[in-house]
């Protein structure tokens, strides 16, 4: 990320002073979970606090297995400009009996702090250690992530990337009410506002259907187009990407450079707050990604998370933490990359998601520099809503799940109502990772179902910390085992 600005500079060296000073006092660890649209940010952060409040079956979760951790608990909110992230909301509605669902997503930044009691490995380290860690869990949209790109980017160059990729498939099969408005106006004429906010309105229109599930795209900025909060119809949010001829520049007064001067402002005070305030401020993350909804959409949604790795990569500031870097800046040491809702595949088929999800982010590591921060990739269900079932069918043996679809999903002309238990068999997905990334040759074949949260019909399982998971115990462990040690 590049800043020229002395001021930009500073405020990160001062915040990571700030961060440093108050780490030696209480030792702690500011995480920061994010993720792709629907990746299921909100659930992963439930499901993780709430197994290490009320003593989860984490097997693979080291410092849990070993008996060393002594005590667990919430503490106040650290940050009061940050919002608290509503725990105990989402914890009702996932835990509601026959209301029970899945909690709202992300739409905007909030934290919650963790603190772990636990008894340091070694003489040594119980000698130095004060055996507590403050776990600092930063929620934020994925979009939000993605919009850092347009740090390096001015508005003539993010114009030129946006149209390019509405007339390309899949986009352009979207695109056109757009782009046909786009052509019939003058970048060049003068400034009007109903005319800037047709065209933002358009424009914010196709960055709607490009989450569809048909389509399932993933690189979108600007990101509050989608989650505009208190912005929603601000000069800031009322701009479009608008294309002039090789070397020609906006005349004053000119729609182009009304749009232009808008962008500028979104950069500087939407995007850049954040990274300065927040981002730069993490020691480490964890990226969600809807993997199996763009298997569903094809090699072409694929691709297009392939990008987004690509930009998101391009954003970290990684390598190893010291406190050389309180004074430099932070810089995030390990990022775990997550292929969610695992629990709509039979487990026989979750090495080949994690392989597939591995292939896609070796392929964003290879378009991007990236050095020093160690990256690892898993397939996980924050809370499993499915179990293991086998179908017979024509004799034959299929490696199946079984759960109750969410209303409204649909296979072929049936729609469920949320309230039936089904059996499906999703598909197998390849064993050579290539082949799901392929885009010719035939598709794979699977069939991914949206499910409803498990019931959890034995009440003391709720205080026990029992949500079923698929892992979420390897990704804690990579995350915060070597910090409770």
Known sequence: MKFTSLTDEARIALGGLVDYAQDVVNPTIRLGVTGLSRAGKTVFITAFVHNLLHGGKLPMFVPFASGRVKRVYLQPQPDDEIPRFAYERHLDALTAGAERHWPESTSQISQLRLTVEYEPEGLISRTISSGTLNIDIVDYPGEWLLDLALLDMDYTEWSRRTLAAARTAPRDKISGEWLTHLASVDPQSPAVEPVAQRAAELFTNYLRACRDDAFAQSTLPPGRFLMPGDLENSPLLTFSPLELKDSERGASGSLFQMMERR???????????????????????????????????????????????????????????????????????????????????????????????????????????????????????????????????????????????????????????????????????????????????????????????????????????????????????????????
């Open 263 to 485: 962008y500028n402002s979104y950069v500087s005070k939407v995007v850049k707050p954040f990274y300065l305030d927040h981002f730069s401020r993490l020691d480490r993350q964890i990226v969600l990604v809807d993997l199996l909804s763009a298997l569903n959409a094809g090699p072409q949604a694929v691709d297009d998370i392939r990008n987004a790795l690509s930009d998101i990569l391009s954003s970290f500031r990684p390598g190893q933490t010291s406190w050389l870097n309180a004074i430099l800046g932070k810089k995030i040491d390990r990022i775990l990359f997550a292929a969610t809702k695992a629990d709509q595949l039979h487990h026989t088929s979750h090495d080949r998601l994690e392989a597939i999800l591995k292939q896609v982010v070796s392929d964003a590591l290879q378009r991007t520099e990236h050095s020093g921060a160690r990256h690892e990739v898993v397939a996980l269900a924050s809370i499993r809503a499915t179990r293991e079932h086998v179908l017979k069918q024509n004799g034959e043996e299929l490696p199946s799940i079984a759960g109750i679809p969410k209303e409204g999903e649909k296979i072929g002309k049936k729609t469920y109502n949320g309230k039936e238990e089904i059996a499906l068999f999703p598909g197998d997905l390849p064993d050579n990772p290539r082949d799901a990334l392929r885009s010719e040759g035939d598709p794979v074949e699977t069939v991914f179902l949206r499910f409803r949260p498990p019931e959890l019909k034995d009440p003391a399982a709720i205080d026990s910390g029992s949500f079923p998971h698929i892992r979420l115990d390897k990704a804690l462990n990579f995350l915060l085992g070597d910090r409770i040690a």
